[in-house]
């Protein structure tokens, strides 16, 4: 034992000699380890939630898959709706019935009001000063107050309309050059929903050499960073791993850039470039005014501004173009609904020589697809994080303070105790049916609830039944050759929101 023992010493002596770093890394890792095998193997007497095995360090890391919605749905059915997962530095719960989303967002919404400070968020949002990430107080009381009244009321959301009619004229105008041939339809719609907000927000499109948006591709880096894993996040001491991994140097990356954008745009809107190209007050221009708000209680700066004209796109963007791309999609694999939905809207239209938006309201069907993707394709299928602002009990467990909670709305709306057949896309399911959007409905949960439910479900909605009936009214849908329905690419991918795996690429045929 012995020279065991001289041979391991003096390879430890090397190593140091080596590498200085090497003993305090290695003690630091040492203790870490012990730290970790103490909470793993210690009695916690509270009556916490039920939870699966874990295994030491990692905890239950190793159980979430790729997919986390779906897996999170499988291990709820067997340990329950209310689940407690050991997720590094902070306990996670998971909530996966409308029983206890209920309880997490209606009966316990106060003390489930704040958001965990995830690095994407601090590194991207402006240190969480956005309305989605900011903690619950009184700069997230008055923000969301000027997104709510001043941004996507129903008045300011209505005098958008003429922009969404324009951006969609122009999209079908490039389809139509298109017909016969293949179309990526995930690039088209998520170019128009870029430019869509871009006007919204800016006045103007602010494209690349290629035409295609600018910030669109800002956005689609910021939605990738912000659903990719920092270690950080849930083992702090090894943070300096997500530097070793790139990740923090792509998120500043991304954040320099996207900063550099916005400081550009205000500055356009200040020296008053931006007087003469928008038709309607942009949110840009709003956000300014608000200012110089004597009534506000609180300072809005540069920052904040941007923060929140960046939640408007990253919100925005997904909502319309991916509930529509999925939308086709389902159709697509459902010819009989296809005919039936497209039916409806060239009968409502009439001889008209264009859909109108307020067509849309007498489109009873179209409405109910909306619905229906929502239900299977919900944008964000774990919502948005919650985190518990003290101790709590919930339905007899008790939940303690900084725990981060996730509820599962994909789980939710696909459990066959609230909806038969919940794998299949019935949109007859929603005919003469009064469960709606709004989060009173915790069986039906895509825009979440409660005080952190999303203010801007409305200027999506309008959007995505507008431009689908535009898609339906003009063209009819074929699959390029050597694909059909059979083997239609149905795959989602994982992030802050879950998308289409592969782009769609159908082929147009003029009606």
Sequence with gaps: MAPLLQLVLQWFQDQQAENTLFLP????????????????????????????????IIGNFHQLGTLPHRTLRDLANKYGPLMLLDLGSAPTLVVSSPEMAEEITKTHDLVFANRPATKGAKTLLYNCTDVGFASYGEYWRAVRKICVVELLSAKRVQSFDVVRKEEIRVLMEKITHSVGDTVNLTELLLNLANNLISRVAFGKKYDEEDGTSRLGHLTRDVLTLMGTFSVGDYFPLFSWVDGLTGLTGRMRKTFRDMDAFFDQVIEDHLSNNGANYADHETVVDILLRAQNDKTLNITLARDNIKAIVLDLFVAGTDTVSVVVEWAMVELMKNPEMMKKAQEEVRRVVGNKSNVEEDDTHHMDYLKCIIKEILRLHPPVPLLVPRESSEDTNVAGYHVPAKTRVFVNAWAIQRDPKSWPNP????????????????????????????????????????????????????????FPAGSNKENLDTSDAFGLTVYKKNPTYLVPRLH
Excluded: H
Excluded at 35 to 50: A, E, H, Q, Y
């Design 25 to 56: 890394v290695t003690l630091s890792l040492f203790i870490i380890s012990l730290f970790f095998l103490f909470r793993f193997i210690r009695v916690d007497k509270r009556n916490l939630p039920p939870s699966p095995p874990k295994l030491p």
């Design 423 to 478: 794998e299949e896309f019935i949109p007859e399911r929603f005919n003469n049916n009064p469960i709606d959007y709004r989060g009173q409905d915790f069986e039906y949960l895509p825009f979440g609830s409660g005080r952190r439910g999303c203010p801007g479900m409305q200027f999506g909605l309008i959007a995505s039944e507008f431009l689908l009936a535009n898609l339906l009214f003009w063209f009819d849908w074929d």
